[in-house]
């Protein structure tokens, strides 16, 4: 499992979604997202996605899991600003899941964060 110092990311809490960008809260109050329903060419365009979804203007931060199709490998950012996807931070790549098939079987239950 992959666990998210939420503390460390300016995140309230730990609220996983896992699904497509279209599903996640208006709020932003999802703090995990897991895109496993769409592969992006870049982390922008995985932020960008997500940003159309969440109108708070307050956007919180964010964790976006998804499959990047450029890399061929899973990227874990941070954006400060969900409601744009502006301030972007590559976090993390996960060399061992190279596929969106991988993310979607595996990312249900393997992503969380802890205080």
Request: charged content about 10%.
């Amino acid at each position: 499992m992959l666990e998210v110092d939420v503390s460390d990311l300016g995140l309230a809490g730990a609220t996983v979604y896992t699904g497509g960008a279209g599903g996640v809260d208006a709020s932003g109050s999802e703090e995990i997202v897991v895109l496993n329903a769409v592969s992006y060419i870049s982390d922008a365009a995985a932020a960008e996605a997500v940003a159309a979804s969440v109108t708070n203007l307050a956007g919180p931060a964010m964790v976006i899991v998804y499959h990047n199709s450029t890399t061929g490998k899973v990227h874990v950012i941070h954006t400060t600003n969900s409601d744009t996807g502006a301030s972007l931070s590559l976090i993390a790549t996960l060399d061992n899941v190279t596929t969106l098939a991988g993310l979607a079987t595996g990312g249900l239950n393997n992503f969380g964060g802890r205080p």
